[in-house]
């Protein structure tokens, strides 16, 4: 791999050999560099190829070379972004064909104020007939380099937004997706077909609509990246996907997504519980555990340790932060664990043995329940309404926020988090909750717009407080409310506007619930499963059964299309 990875750097040109004491580099000092490598996995876990890479010491480049915080910075997607996507893929039911840039950073194209100086790593470093050291003139950012990731995203920018590239226009709301309309450039039509290209980093997806022009305009943008940048296509519409540690898996009709993380979960229980078989109950691992990731055990060690706030040992301190880390990512793609990682997170400074047992709780959750996730559907009832639901949970301190926004029947964007200020009452950490979730609609509004989806009508916007309701409705000043910072008063500013209605809801059906507290298991399976899209009970059994027994018996608890029912039991 270490000779393959020397060679691919030859190939794309990315450095040339020069003596030490070369003028030319005379005012440059070199950095070091070393090897790193990485398996390449598929989406069954299984690798595929063992990968060698080349990297600079980053800490050194950007100590020689000046380069400053706002230089090196690179954006990438966010999860919420890539989740509203697909359900609009969902929705106009596009193809989707990903796609993987080789070596994408020795293709970024750099300034000549940019350029360093590399020293080869050990075994590959050689000498000229003098006894010179021969070293590395980089003519691409080599990975490691402190401002590689940003010079390859300016790179990738200026190629697919460039009209004689591939023409695509960057979202501004979202700066790693890029989209196109096809059609009347003057004039915006709602039969206008649409090519949407997330990336993150050198991984990306191209989606576009059915129709004859955009698969067209697609099969364009294929050959354009491919002579540009090598890029290596995989099948379109691929039957199973494998991307960001998400298992993503379309019906025939691609009107049906669902997004897992089964790998990624199967790879954290052989990380973190090798050896041990988690999926059958015993006294270490009770059954109660297959149903929920926490109860009041977790409340009670958490009020404990945050009384207490003990030093924890470094072995302890590790080990929880290692696996709080793994779990988070999961929490992506299974955001019912949101309000137990929330309690979780926030004693990451001073864990305690208990603690950490309600992390592997978690963990065991998620492995029993590893088939569960998140479905996009064009025959959801309401698919094609945007919508949001939020709460809080108030406290005597710092209140937790809960939202979620719905499109395409499950959330495309969830959030829990505590507050940063200290409520005086329920209404006004409920006002708190709702301007989140204000801001985010205005994000993904913007960012929905921007890859083809059409909102008719205002946002519907849900709170069960009626306090909160009251005060989006009308202007007034009373004791309780007079003090409350005009900021928090966006929802109203939005419903003013038109942009949002705001309904009052029952406790009872708000699912943002479950992203403030932990719940007793009958209350969280039912807000479980509206956020993820699930069509019944037997959905939930079938996660935890083996995928023959599930697939069937799924598709026969249910009349309508075997594709969909399936699909939720994978």
């Known amino acids: ?27 440059m000092r070199p950095v070091e560099t070393m090897w790193t490598g990485r398996a390449k996995i598929n989406e069954k876990g299984e690798v595929i190829k063992d990968n060698a890479r080349c990297v600079a010491r980053g800490d050194l480049h950007a100590k020689y070379y000046e380069v400053s915080a706002n230089q090196s910075m690179s954006p990438v997607v966010r999860t919420p972004s890539l989740n509203a996507i697909d359900a609009v893929s969902a929705l106009r039911r596009q193809h989707m064909c990903p796609f993987d840039v080789p070596g994408a950073y ?51 920018n200026n190629f697919v937004t460039d009209p004689k590239g591939c023409g695509f226009e960057r979202c501004p709301q979202e700066p790693c997706v890029y989209s196109k309309r096809i059609g009347d450039p003057h004039e915006d039509k709602p039969d206008d077909s649409y090519v949407t290209c997330p990336i993150y980093v050198d991984d990306g997806r191209l989606y576009y609509d059915p129709t004859e022009e955009a698969c067209a305009e697609a099969a364009r943008d294929r050959e354009r990246l491919t002579k540009e940048f090598g890029i290596e296509f995989k099948s379109i519409d691929p039957e199973n996907d494998y991307f960001l540690g998400a298992n993503r898996r379309s019906s025939s009709d691609r009107a049906t997504c669902t997004l897992t993380c089964v790998t990624y979960i199967e790879d954290m229980g052989k990380r973190f519980l090798p050896d041990v078989d988690v ?42 932060g290692s696996l709080y880390g793994a779990l988070l990512h999961a929490s992506k793609y299974r955001p019912e664990i949101l309000a137990s990682m929330g309690l979780l997170g926030s004693a990451l400074t001073f864990p305690t043995e208990r603690l950490y047992m309600c992390l592997v709780r978690v963990l065991v959750y998620l492995i029993r329940t590893k088939r569960l996730g998140i479905t996009y559907s064009a025959h959801a009832s309401n698919a094609y309404t945007l919508r949001a639901r939020a709460d809080s949970n108030w406290s005597e301190k710092r209140s937790t926020t809960g939202f979620v926004i719905f499109l395409a029947g499950a959330g495309i964007n969830n959030g829990s988090r505590r507050q940063h200020c200290i409520t005086m009452s329920s209404t006004e950490a409920e006002l708190v909750a709702l301007g989140d979730v204000a ?47 005009r900021k928090l008063f ?7 506007a038109g ?64 594709a969909q029912t399936v699909l939720c039991a994978t």
């Not at 929920?292 to 945050?306: C, F, N, R, S």
Request: glycine residues 6%.
């Open 439 to 485: 801001i985010e609609l205005i994000h993904t509004d913007g960012m929905l717009e921007h890859v083809g989806y059409r909102r008719e009508g205002p946002i519907a916007v849900g709170t069960d407080n009626k306090g909160a309701y009251d005060l989006c409705h009308r202007f007034t000043s009373a004791q309780n409310s007079r003090h409350i910072d």
């Open 106 to 156: 020795l293709q970024g194209k750099q300034f000549d104020c940019e350029q360093i100086v590399c020293r080869p790593p050990v075994g590959f470093r050689k000498y000229d007939e003098r006894g010179v050291e021969i070293l590395w003139l980089m003519l691409s950012p080599l990975y490691g380099q402190s401002d590689s990731g940003a010079i390859w995203n300016r790179t990738w």
């Open 1 to 27: 791999p270490k000779q393959l990875e020397i060679a691919k750097m030859d190939r794309l040109h990315a450095k040339i050999d020069i003596a030490a004491d070369d003028p030319r580099i005379a005012h």
């Open 279 to 320: 999926t059958k109950p015993c006294e270490a691992f009770p059954s109660s555990w297959s149903h929920t990731p926490a109860d009041e055990i977790l409340v009670k060690a958490w009020e404990e340790a945050t009384m207490l706030r003990p030093k924890a040992p470094e072995k302890l301190m590790k080990k929880y």
């Open 499 to 562: 942009t949002v209605t705001v309904e009052l809801v029952p406790t009872e059906i708000n699912p943002a619930d479950i992203f403030t507290k932990i719940l007793s298991r009958q209350v969280f399976e039912k807000h479980r499963k509206t956020v993820l899209n699930l069509i019944d009970d037997s959905t939930v059994a079938a996660a935890v059964e083996p995928p023959e027994h599930s697939a069937e018996h799924v598709a026969g608890s249910r009349g309508g299309s075997v």
């Open 490 to 496: 966006k929802m109203r500013e939005l419903r003013g």
